[in-house]
T-cell receptor, first 112, second 114 residues
């Protein structure tokens, strides 16, 4: 079993829809949680970063972390065609030497 | 633009050869991380350097090695290349400006081994 599980999709939604992307994980040592967006094999772009449990909002994006369930989510409101990309969750434990462990990514397609 | 630069963008070579990938971190970042992304494996952590010293190793093959120089740029050396080494190789940097928690990725080097 992988440390981080993420549904690969593809997920297709109409423009304007609310998108929900999720990851589950098994390592309780993970404390930092990130969402990256990756366009067609370009470098991953950091979207959201949260520490421990709770919610964080940035514009149309909301990240949620539920450590008791080992479950994280990214919500995208008013989705746009430009949001079409692969979304990768990533997480790490504490310490400066702690590596990021990534999910396999969910491919999102927002249609007109 | 993340501020992380990687060269070259594309590399095509033959099996058995050796290549060097280069990464320059964001200004002020002390850490450099290397990742491999292939279609069937996703993003896999290879190695982490902090201010010139190796800090952590992931699933890095013995044929691969890396180093970080005094000016903080890093090189990833891949030798005795095999077809299965074809992948995107990303460098990420972080650990600067007092923020040790996030990593910023470069545009990647696409390696094709024929």
């Amino acid at each position: 079993q992988k440390e981080v599980e993420q549904d690969p999709g593809p997920l297709s939604v109409p423009e304007g829809a609310i998108v929900s992307l999720n990851c589950t994980y098994s390592n309780s040592a993970f404390q930092y949680f990130m969402w990256y967006r990756q366009y067609s094999r370009k470098g991953p772009e950091l979207l959201m970063y949260t520490y421990s449990s709770g919610n964080k909002e940035d514009g149309r994006f909301t990240a949620q972390v539920d450590k008791s369930s080992k479950y994280i989510s990214l919500f995208i409101r008013d989705s746009q065609p430009s949001d079409s990309a692969t979304y990768l969750c990533a997480m790490r434990g504490t310490g400066t030497a702690s590596k990021l462990t990534f999910g396999t990514g969910t491919r999102l397609q927002v249609t007109l | 633009d993340s501020g992380v630069t990687q060269t070259p963008k594309h590399l095509i070579t033959a099996t058995g050869q050796r290549v060097t990938l280069r990464c320059s971190p964001r200004s002020g970042d002390l850490s450099v991380y290397w990742y491999q992304q292939s279609l069937d494996q996703g993003l896999q952590f290879l190695i982490h350097y902090y201010n010139g010293e190796e800090r952590a190793k992931g699933n890095i093959l013995e044929r691969f090695s890396a180093q970080q120089f005094p000016d903080l740029h890093s090189e990833l050396n891949l030798s005795s290349l095999e077809l299965g080494d074809s992948a995107l190789y990303f460098c990420a940097s972080g650990g600067g400006h007092g923020n040790t928690d996030t990593q910023y990725f470069g545009p990647g080097t696409r390696l094709t081994v024929l």
